[in-house]
């Protein structure tokens, strides 16, 4: 019977050291990449961890390739992509879900598109996708459903957000700015949750065309300094936007017709420097109105 006793001991201690090993394999806390041999380095180092409980950055000048995190399948943390100069693509996160926190992809002058994150689902915080000259697209990006935040600006050459097909969700604030080859908001269609949206400095966009299904935006839109913009049509579905209005320094904007659908706000409207806009008609149903013009 003490043998048998003792046996027990020794497994349950057995387990309770391995159990030890492997969350030591896959820690909570921080950890950042700066050289291509520490991305190499991640499965020798790590063999066990699959949801890094912390966050990671990856930051390096000689960084080629993000294949060595290829057993990751999510992070609770923040990820953070941002200052490589000679990464491309983000292949090798192809196995990560979910990120708690943040993901910022930032930064990086060779980055052309997303392809890597092609099983990502959900961002737990702010998704910001910016100051990346060479991105043309976010492609990669396909299967991302729900974020609490999105923030696509400065990115010189970015052509195409029609990868984000899949995004229904946008807990908070839609923000797309300083994008000037942007022409089209195509890719946005299944979006029907956002709080706040801002649409601002897009020299090439012609139509909001893509927020077609955004019923209601509980913190209002700003739709400012879009020098090419000619229509606000897409938004005839939208019934109300309580943080308010504010469509200011669209220089080709020439009707505010189809906001028809908008009968409530209890914050500002401000309607200001839209120079070829000749008058207001399509407000004429709000009736619950705070603000200002």
């Known amino acids: ?18 159990n030890i090993k492997l969350m030591g394999q896959c820690p909570n806390g921080s950890i950042t990449f700066t050289t291509q041999q520490q991305i190499d380095d991640f499965p020798t180092n790590f063999p066990a961890c699959a949801v890094w409980l912390g966050s990671i950055t990856i930051a390096g000048a000689n960084i080629t390739n993000l294949n060595g995190l290829g057993q990751l399948t999510g992070v609770q943390g923040n990820l953070i992509i941002q200052n490589n100069t000679v990464l491309t693509h983000l292949t090798g996160l192809n196995g990560i879900t979910n990120v708690g926190g943040n993901l910022w992809v930032r930064s990086n002058t060779a980055l052309i598109d997303m392809a890597g994150l092609g099983n990502l689902t959900s961002v737990g915080g702010t998704g910001q996708v910016r100051l990346n000259p060479a991105l043309t697209s976010l492609s990669g990006l396909n299967s991302l459903t729900s974020i609490a935040d999105l923030e696509i600006t400065n990115n010189a050459v970015l052509g195409s957000i029609a990868a984000l097909g899949s995004l229904a969700t946008v807990t908070q604030s839609l923000r797309i700015e300083s994008c000037p080859l942007l022409a089209s908001l195509t890719g ?55 943080g308010g209005i504010t469509i200011s320094s669209n220089n080709s904007l020439a009707s505010l017709s189809r906001l028809d659908g908008i009968t409530s706000v209890s914050q500002d409207i401000l309607i200001s420097g839209n120079s070829s806009l000749p008058n207001l008609n399509g407000l ?3 009736h619950i109105l705070e603000g200002i013009f």
């Open 188 to 242: 946005l269609e299944a979006l029907t949750t956002v709080s706040n949206i801002r649409v601002v400095s897009m020299g090439s966009l012609t139509s909001l065309t893509g927020l077609n299904a955004v019923q209601s935006l509980p913190s209002g839109i700003t739709i400012s300094s879009n020098s090419a913009l000619t229509s606000i049509a897409t938004l005839s579905s939208v019934s109300g936007a309580a």
């Open 284 to 286: 004429e149903v709000l």
């Open 1 to 18: 019977m003490k043998k048998a006793f003792n046996l027990l001991c020794l497994l349950a201690l057995f387990s309770i050291c391995t």
